[in-house]
């Protein structure tokens, strides 16, 4: 079994910020790319940033400059840093991360259940 487990969403005033970690667990091998997604109200998911096991990053133009991904592959975990956060920033929040399992040679993809970002104006 593996588990993401996110965590560090909630409720900020526009142009405040967030941090968000999602943390990997179980019967881990290796864990390629990890990533950050979101999903605004009648709205598709789209990849707000993603970090590849070496710490090559990539975001949407949407977030670029404001948010920060990073990763911690000691502790199987991936942070999001959301600065400066706009009203559209608001969504659920996903974290996805390209796992093999231990003793398999199969990677599969792996989703967390998802944290709820919420920005006022």
């Known amino acids: 079994q593996v588990q993401l487990v996110e965590s560090g969403g909630g409720l900020v005033q526009a142009g405040g910020s967030l941090r968000l970690s999602c943390a990997a667990s179980g019967s881990i091998g290796s864990i390629n790319a990890m990533g950050w997604y979101r999903q605004a109200p009648g709205k598709q998911r789209e990849l707000a940033a993603v970090?590849?096991?070496?710490?090559?990053?990539n975001y949407a133009d949407s977030v670029r400059g404001r948010f920060t991904i990073s990763r911690d592959n000691a502790r199987n975990t991936v942070y999001l840093q959301m600065n400066s956060l706009k009203p559209e920033d608001t969504a659920v929040y996903y974290c996805?991360?390209?796992?093999?399992?231990?003793?398999?040679?199969?990677?599969?993809?792996?989703w967390g259940q998802g944290t709820q970002v919420t920005v006022s104006s």
């Open positions: 970090i590849t096991s070496d710490g090559n990053t």
């Open positions: 996805n991360a390209e796992i093999r399992r231990r003793g398999s040679a199969m990677t599969y993809n792996y």
